[in-house]
């Protein structure tokens, strides 16, 4: 939903207002802006993720769960790895903010 546009529906209104709650956290807003900017075919691996953040591999999780639960990423698990991609909701959010992705680091894909 691009945000010029009305939003009067009670449901539209909760669900954008979880999805920016969500990315008014720096940790989150910078992962999503990292997983924008991948090339990878499968999306972004946590395993890519954690060491850019200086955080325990937990609790980037925890900070990817919030981001999946307010529908703003999409997980599929690849073995023991799990993949993050972003969903039309964020593209649109972030389109709309004009935020430019990140580019992706030398070590994507290559686990």
């Excluded at 993949?83 to 580019?103: D, E, G, H, K, R």
Aim: aromatic content about 2%; proline content about 4%; overall charge neutral.
């Amino acid at each position: 939903m691009a945000l010029t546009q009305t939003v009067t529906a009670p449901n539209a209104t909760t669900e954008l207002a979880q999805q920016l709650k969500a990315l008014g956290d720096e940790t989150r807003l910078n992962l999503l802006l990292k997983i924008a900017g991948t090339t990878c075919v499968d999306g972004a691996c946590i395993c890519d993720l954690t060491p850019d953040t200086n955080l325990a591999q937990s609790t980037v999780s925890h900070h990817m769960k919030l981001l999946v639960d307010a529908g703003l990423l999409t997980r599929s698990q690849k073995g023991k790895w799990a993949y993050f991609s972003l969903t039309p909701a964020a593209s649109n959010i972030l389109q709309a903010l004009n935020l430019a992705p990140v580019t992706c680091s030398d070590t994507c894909c290559t686990s």
